[in-house]
């Protein structure tokens, strides 16, 4: 999706044919270009950009915690607005404009849409710094995933283009 994103991007800021546009975004990426300009703002925007090469730097989250999978077959739907909630629910955000953000409290997922899961996979590791966070958050994650006995459809992640000629 971001290189369909960045390479739409330069074909109109650059005048690039697409697959041009695609090439230079994908180089930019591979050659390590895009990671050292996102490094330089940090360092420009008064962030510490030595947590770019030394990542161990980030405060860790006390607490963690694994979601299992209560059945097996395939995920055939992950509400993904339940999931970011999920991250509310953890400390990741706010749900009040008030509320303090957590920088330890995030989501690994383990498992996407389509992937074949067996009972007792771990679908996704939740982190917090408050251990009374875990359970509803766990609830949260688990009602927004589906798990069926059929693998679901492709679904592209870029239907068309919208282009000028149109």
């Known amino acids: 999706m971001c290189l369909s994103l960045s390479a739409a991007m330069l074909h109109l800021a650059l005048g690039l044919t697409a697959e041009d546009a695609r090439r230079k975004a994908e ?16 360092e420009t925007q008064g962030g510490d950009a030595t947590l770019c ?13 694994e979601v299992k999978a209560a059945r097996g077959g ?11 909630l999920t991250g509310v629910t953890l400390g990741a955000g706010r749900a009040r404009k008030e509320d303090a953000i957590d920088l330890t409290a995030g ?4 498992k996407k849409r389509g992937d074949l899961v067996s009972v007792g996979d771990t679908l996704a590791v939740l982190f917090t710094s408050d251990e009374s966070r875990l359970s509803a958050a766990e609830a ?4 927004a995933i589906e798990i069926g006995d059929k693998a679901p459809g492709h679904i592209p992640l870029v239907y068309r283009m919208i282009t000028s000629e149109e």
């Open 74 to 84: 395939y995920i055939t739907h992950m509400d993904t607005e339940r999931i970011g």
């Open 107 to 110: 989501i690994s997922i383990e």
């Open 53 to 65: 090469t030394h990542p161990e730097k980030f405060p860790e989250a006390k607490y963690r915690r």
């Open 140 to 143: 949260e994650y688990l009602a």
């Open 27 to 42: 180089e930019t990426l591979t050659s390590g270009a895009a990671y050292r300009k996102f490094c330089e703002w940090i």
